[in-house]
Structures are given as C-alpha cells and as structure tokens.
C-alpha cells in the first residue's frame, strides 16, 4: 500500500445514510455476489429465514423490509462470496509462505472447499478425505490425556452445534471448552450473578419502547450493532435522552440517517443520537459512575434531610436489595477529586448526567468491550447495576441492563453448556440422561488455554470456529508455542492465521456457514440461535453450499464423536449427525424449562424467550437479594505506573471494516481513516508533548518489566481523544497485550487499557524528520 492511498480526515456526517448503501453496493460487488447477495439479504433477520452471522443485536417479531445493516450485509457477502481457497490454492502456497499474508488477503481468498491435512514433506497443506481426517484426529485425542486437550468455540456456532461440542468433550473427559466470550462478555457472566442473579442482560425491545432514559457505555453501535440504531431513533423520537460515555465521539453515537427511509435519505435528516456525550477517560467509567451514584446519594440525603420526595427508589431498595448501606457510604466518602481525576470528567458534567437518572421513570443502560475488557471490568459491571438498583431500574418495565453481545450466537452458547466452569453445566443430567461419568475439574479460560499452551501443558487444539491464535493477546509468544502443538485442527469457512501457524499434525476441515441450505441427512435442515435480549430464533439457510465437501458444523462434531468416544446407545451420534431435531429434543430434555417446545416455539416471531428471574425481581443470588458491591477500586489499571508522563492507556478496537479479526477492508469510514489500519490515535496535546507530528511513524512498547513487547510502523494520528489515551486496531496490536494483564475474576484481556510508550522512527512520509 502506497503513502498516496492513505488519508486521514474527520468525518463530520451520521452513520447510516448515503455512505453506508455505498459501502454495501461494493462489497456485494466485490464478492462477486452483486444478485444473490440482493436475493439473500431479503431472509436475514426474518422469521422464516437466516439470523445474521454478524451481531447478536435482537431480530424484531415485525421486522423492517430490510431488516439488516451495512455491516450484516458485509458479513453475508463475505461469507457467501463466489471467491474460493481450494485444494489447488493450499498447493501452490507452502504454509510457511502464507505465514507472510496478511489476515485481509488469506480469508479474501475464499471459502474453503475440501478437507486439507498438513504434509510435512512439502509443508503444504493437502486434501484427504473426511473420514482419514477424523479417524485421525480421533486416534490423536484418544492418545492424549483428556486435560491436554482444548476444544474453542468462537460465538456463531448454533445451539445444536454447541451442544453436541460440550456433550462430546464432557464424554471425552474434560471441561476445557474456553469460547469467544472469555475475551468478550465474560465479565458480565461472572459480575452479574452476584448483582442481579442473572448472567446475562435483562432488557428486551419491548423495555426500548416503554424507557424513558438510557445510558451508554463503551459501545460503537455504529459499527458494532448497526440495528439498534433503530431503536435508539425510536427512542429519540419519544424524546428519551440518551446519555453517552466514550472516549471517542463515535459518529454512530452522535447521530444516525436511516438508508432504509427514502424522506431521510432524500432530504439527509439525521437523528441525534446522544444527548449529553462525555469523554470519559479509557477505564474512568467505574469512577464516572460512581460520580453519579454519589450525585444521587447526596441529593437523596438532603431530600431526606428537608422530608420532601426521595430520589432514590427507598421501597425497593429495602424490600429488593442488600448492601445499600456500606455502597452509600463508599460514594458518600469517596472525594470528587479522586472520581475526577479517575473519570478525567467534571462534577457539573456527572452531576448534570445525575439529574437526568434521576427524572426518568425507567432507565436502561446499555454497554459492551468498553467496560469489559479491563483489569477491573467485573467491578464496573457491578459498579452499572448499583447505579440502576438505586432507583429501582432492574425488574420493570422500560429499564434494564443491557449487555450488547458480541458474536452472533455466543450468549446461546452458553446456554447450551459451553463453559469450562462445570458448576455451570447441568452435569448430573448429562449423566442421567448419557449414561457417563462427567469430569468436575475445572475446564481451562481462554487465558488458561494459552498458558497452557505455552508452557506445553496442552497438546491439542480444536477450533469450532474462530480465529484463536489472532484474538488472543501476546500474538508473538502464542505463535512460537502453537507451532509446538501436537495437533491443531480448525472447523473454519475460510483461510485465517490460526491454520497457517500449526502443529504436528494440523487439519484444516471446511464447514457450511449458516446462510448456507443444508442439506445433511437428505433434508433440509435448520437451527437454532439466541440473541442479545434472550431470544431464541430459528434460523434456515438460502444459498446454495460453498462446497459439495463442506460439511454442516453438527455433522462434523457428531461423526468425530462417534469416531472418539466409546459406543454408547444413549448418545446416538449417527442420528444427531443427520437429524437435528433429535438434537433439539435432547436440549429439551437437559433444559426442559428454557427449552419447552422447542422445535415448535423458535418459528415464532421475534423468537421465544428465555426465563428471566431478574425480570420479575426475582434474585436468584445467596443473599435472595439485589447486590450493592463496593468496588475494591477505582482504578482501571493497578499495572499502570503513571497514567501521566509519557505513559498513554491504548485501547484496541474494531474499525468499521472488520469483524473480529476479519478485516474486509482497509476503511475505517467513520472515524475518518482510509488506505490504513496501521494508525496509533491521540490527542493532539499529547501529540506536541511527546515531540511527535501528525503523521509520524512510531513503535508503539508495552510498558511492563517481564519482556519486550513492541508493534512498529503506526503512524500518529490526531483524533478527538482524552489525553492520556489512545487508540489502535485489533488483531494488529495484540503483540502489545500481556497475557497476565486480564481482568481479575473473569480473566478477560484488559485489551482496553495496555500501557504503552512511544518512540519515534521517521517523521510524516517517512522524511525522517
Ligand atoms: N461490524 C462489526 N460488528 C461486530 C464486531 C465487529 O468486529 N465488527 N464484533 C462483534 C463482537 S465479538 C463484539 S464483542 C462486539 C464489540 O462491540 P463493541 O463493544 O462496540 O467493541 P469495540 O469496537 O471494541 O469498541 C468498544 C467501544 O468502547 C469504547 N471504549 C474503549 N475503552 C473505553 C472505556 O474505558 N470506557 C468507555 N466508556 N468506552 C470505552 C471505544 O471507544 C469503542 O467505541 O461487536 C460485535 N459486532
Ligand atoms: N486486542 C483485542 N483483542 C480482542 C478483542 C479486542 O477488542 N481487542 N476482542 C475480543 C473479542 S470481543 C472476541 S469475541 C474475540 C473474537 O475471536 P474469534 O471469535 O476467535 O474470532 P473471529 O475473528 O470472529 O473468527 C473468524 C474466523 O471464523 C471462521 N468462521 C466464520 N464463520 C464461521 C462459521 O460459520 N463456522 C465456523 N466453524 N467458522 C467460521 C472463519 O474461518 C474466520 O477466519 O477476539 C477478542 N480479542
Ligand atoms: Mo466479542
């Protein structure tokens, strides 16, 4: 890429509009699937069709005409795409060669269309046959001690796939089943418990119509969830304020023209998205809110005090909560100084966000990687929910907490029992209903794996999904140790990294995406996911197969476990390979209550929802109650030596080009870079402090005493960002993250928060000024 593609300006219009319908036209076109991709995208999000391979975000009982996003449409693109990687594409690349591309060029190559095993001889990756592959793959785990085995999902796979992958790996004899949501949501799965009795969000698109106020952390919905963007319009049409908390001004969160209205496409209205925007500083949002809750406090004291109306909801607060009293005094004695300069946000600013909490009836509170993704991510979840049980804001109509889910299917997953936890898993029924032992030790993290992994602890690898090796931090120590790995086997659409780098033995076994008819067992088949608000869809593939070679994800999992796993009459693994609606019946069965009906129930529209004891201010917490937790902490980084001097707190995130470590292009159209994704955004002070220019290019150096950890060649860039902080690409600055540096309980990479310094390598254009 020459300097003259690269350019850098502020983009100063909203999201969605004209340049989003662009955007979309020329991926469809680049994809080669200008017609089908039209045809297809008519089924996504509906109640007959495909969910979305992109975002979890709810899939409405009357969906939109187009119920989709410019980014759901680049997702259906990608994966339907007429481009293909067959066997010939692995024969003319040895592995070692393909280690050189980037991750853009191997997943554009395209879908994967055959079985492939690595030949040591000619390190080139070769075709076998399905049936040498897991008859392989199964006499290489059977070698092993279950323990040294990994098993990863990444969030797509679909409840009959995941729960056939737990069944499998609890009957091989471990719990190592780490997924996506160990790098992701895992904070809320561990925060939320303690708090609400819930591990996952309580809000549904009917609480988005009642609200009266929400409140925004640390989510780019814009690029993230494009389709909420639509409730959030709705919302700001009723006049509900939404209150933002970011570091960056996220053009999505400013405001939105929706492509889907032809009067606001031709006359370019836009809705203000956010009413009050405050920058807070990366990882300040425990602080911040904390402000708000002292804010409340106090003024509820001096309501008390006078004997006028409270502000604080007192009745639910006695018959609904414990803890209140030791919070208050925490906020009561925590000084606004030390919440300013946690926070980087002013009194009147937190004050002014206090009162607007205060007016409205009904609250939700939104949030994703933002408050997840740091070394105190589980305290600032818990930090939100005492925020909203100080008025009543959790079991009522119109407010909530609304974690927004990453990958399409990843809070399904667990539902279905993929957790290393065991205490998570309905384990005695398993062994009810299979006939087995189930293991109790603890199953690995995601962490966990890659310690393992690098200490040679783990032997083998399988991937359902994902893109491990590139999404996890301290890429350069995880690629030497992966390439030591016995056996690495990838249940994947399309080339990635973690194919690339392999061990011993290494498989590469190509699977069907969802929008994909599947035809396993000569019938038509369908599954089954569950979306942000706990919503469970079916969902029916509609373009004819990549591949007469790729198989569905249930068949490729049933017929391993046929091959690995002893014979056992319970567990019928030929039949779920080729009917999974016998797959359905047996989820029923391990989860009568969530999943009564199931086959009947998930072609509702809009889904059929889960349970929700939270929702109806039932606490299934030890106390029997609603939890206030004090924070230990308002300090998103103990690593941090000094958040000031010449320190900056990097957060790592997604441009509106990629998904995950998919980079479809080299555009971030929001945030105004093009051409590059090699770019490291800072304030403008920072920038002349450090003797830098716009332009220059830097190394980018984690500041941590156990080794060097550097990414070179990112250019500075001035954004609108707190000082102090800046901002870089993912999977591209994973090198700069510590493996240690996660969140304390749930183990998730603080990838929001690494502490890095900067050195100068050439001045703008490479001048060498
Ligand atoms: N198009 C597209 N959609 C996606 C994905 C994708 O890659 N592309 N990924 C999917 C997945 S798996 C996930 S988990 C979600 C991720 O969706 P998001 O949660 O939106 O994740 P990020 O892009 O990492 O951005 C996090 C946002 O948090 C802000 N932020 C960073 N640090 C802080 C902080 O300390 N405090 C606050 N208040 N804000 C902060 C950033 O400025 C950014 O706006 O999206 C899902 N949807
Ligand atoms: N520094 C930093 N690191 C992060 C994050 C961050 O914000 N910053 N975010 C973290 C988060 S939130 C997440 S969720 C993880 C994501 O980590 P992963 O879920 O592991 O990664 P993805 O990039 O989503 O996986 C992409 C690959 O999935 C395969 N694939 C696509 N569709 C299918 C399918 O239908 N079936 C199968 N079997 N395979 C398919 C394709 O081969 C593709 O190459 O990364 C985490 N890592
Ligand atoms: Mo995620």
């Known amino acids: 890429m020459s300097d003259d593609d690269i350019h850098i300006e502020e983009y100063d219009h909203p999201a969605g509009g004209w340049g989003s319908l662009k955007s979309l036209g020329s991926i469809l076109l680049e994809e080669h699937v200008a017609l089908a991709g039209a045809r297809a995208l008519m089924h996504q999000n509906k109640p007959d069709g495909y969910a979305c391979v992109s975002c979890a975000w709810a899939k409405p009982a009357a969906p939109h005409r187009f119920e989709f996003c410019e980014n759901g449409a680049k997702a259906t693109a990608w994966e339907i795409t ?37 030949d040591a001889a000619t390190d080139c990756y070769v075709e076998v046959s399905w049936e040498s592959a897991l008859e392989e793959i199964a006499r290489e785990l059977r070698a092993l001690e279950p323990s040294e085995a990994v ?20 009957m091989y004899g471990c719990n190592n089943l780490p997924d996506s949501s160990n790098m992701c949501h895992e904070s809320t799965s ?27 952390f640390g989510q780019n919905v814009g ?35 929706n492509p889907q209205s032809p009067t606001e496409m031709l006359t370019a209205a836009e809705t203000q998205i956010s009413t009050q925007y405050h920058q807070v500083r990366t990882g300040g949002d425990a602080g911040a809110i904390l402000g708000l809750c002292k804010a409340l406090i106090e003024s509820d004291d001096d309501c008390a005090r006078q004997g006028i109306p ?13 803890g209140f009293e030791a919070f208050a005094a925490c906020a009561r004695s925590t000084d606004w100084f030390d919440i300013e300069r946690a926070s980087g946000l002013g009194r009147e600013a937190l004050t002014a966000a206090a009162a607007q909490y205060a007016r409205a009836r009904a609250v939700i509170a939104i949030y994703g990687m933002g408050l997840t993704q740091h070394r105190n991510g589980v305290e600032t979840v818990q930090m939100l929910t005492n925020l909203l049980l100080l008025r009543g ?16 299917n990843v809070q399904g997953q667990r539902t279905v029992g993929i957790t290393e936890k065991p205490e998570l898993a309905p384990l005695e029924k398993l062994e009810e209903l299979y006939d087995f032992e189930a293991p109790r030790e603890k199953g690995l993290t995601t962490v966990d794996a890659c310690e393992g992994i690098i200490a040679g602890r783990v032997r083998a690898f399988v991937g359902l999904g994902g893109n491990f090796l590139r999404a996890v931090p301290e890429t350069e120590r995880m690629e030497k140790a992966w390439r030591r790995l016995r056996l690495t086997v990838q249940i994947a659409t399309k080339p990635n990294r973690s194919q690339i780098v392999h061990g011993d033995i290494a498989y590469i076994l190509p699977c069907l995406g969802r929008i994909e008819i599947d035809r396993t067992g000569g019938i038509e088949q369908s599954v089954s996911v569950e979306d942000s608000t706990s919503c469970i869809h079916a969902s029916r593939g509609v373009t004819e197969p990549a591949s007469p070679l790729a198989r569905s994800e249930p068949w490729i999992i049933a017929t391993l476990a046929a091959a690995l796993l002893p014979p056992n009459a319970r567990a019928p693994w030929e039949s779920w390979a080729s009917d999974y609606a016998l797959v359905r019946l047996a989820i029923e069965r391990t989860y009568p209550d969530i999943f009564r009906d199931f086959e009947q129930r998930r072609w509702q529209p809009g889904g059929f929802a889960r349970p929700l004891p939270a929702r109806q201010r039932i606490w299934k917490t030890a106390s029997g109650k609603a939890n206030f937790i004090v924070p230990t902490s308002l300090d998103a980084d103990p690593d941090m030596a000094s958040p000031e001097g010449n320190v900056l707190r990097l957060m790592t995130l997604r441009s509106n080009d990629q ?34 220019h716009d332009g220059d290019l830097i190394v980018a150096a984690t500041v941590a005493d156990d080794m060097k950890r550097e990414v070179g060649g990112l250019r500075v860039t001035a954004h609108d960002i707190p000082r102090g902080c800046a901002a870089a690409y993912y999977p591209e600055c994973n090198p ?26 050439s001045g703008p254009r490479g001048s060498g000024s």
């Open 82 to 118: 007429a481009k293909r990687a067959p066997p010939e594409f692995f024969l003319e690349h040895t592995a070692r060669a393909l280690e050189g591309w980037r991750d853009h060029d191997l997943e554009g190559q395209g879908r994967l269309t055959a079985p492939l095993r690595w």
């Open 151 to 170: 098993f990863y999902t990444s969030g797509r796979a679909s409840l009959e796939a995941s729960y056939l992958y737990q069944l499998m790996v609890r």
């Open 190 to 216: 561990v925060a939320l418990p303690k708090t609400i009795g819930a591990s996952i969000g309580t809000v549904t698109l009917e609480d988005f119509d009642q609200t009266d106020c929400i409140f925004f």
């Open 223 to 257: 690029t993230s969830s494009p389709r909420m963007l639509h409730q959030l319009q709705d919302a700001r049409r009723r006049n509900v304020p939404i209150i933002t908390f970011n570091p960056l001004r996220e053009p999505g969160l400013v405001s939105f023209a």
């Open 310 to 322: 409270r502000v604080l909801d007192t009745a639910f607060i006695a018959e609904h909560t414990h």
């Open 393 to 408: 804001n959790i079991g009522k109509l119109g407010a909530g907490i609304c974690p927004v889910r990453g990958h399409s």
């Open 659 to 692: 998904f995950n470590t998919t980079v479809y292009g080299y555009d971030d159209r929001f945030r105004g870079v093009s051409g590059t994704r090699s770019v490291l955004m800072m304030n403008t002070d920072d920038i002349a402090r450090l003797g830098l």
């Open 736 to 761: 700069l993250l510590p493996l240690w540096h996660h969140a304390a309980e749930s183990k998730v990479p603080a990838a929001k928060s690494i502490p890095i310094r900067v050195r100068k390598v």
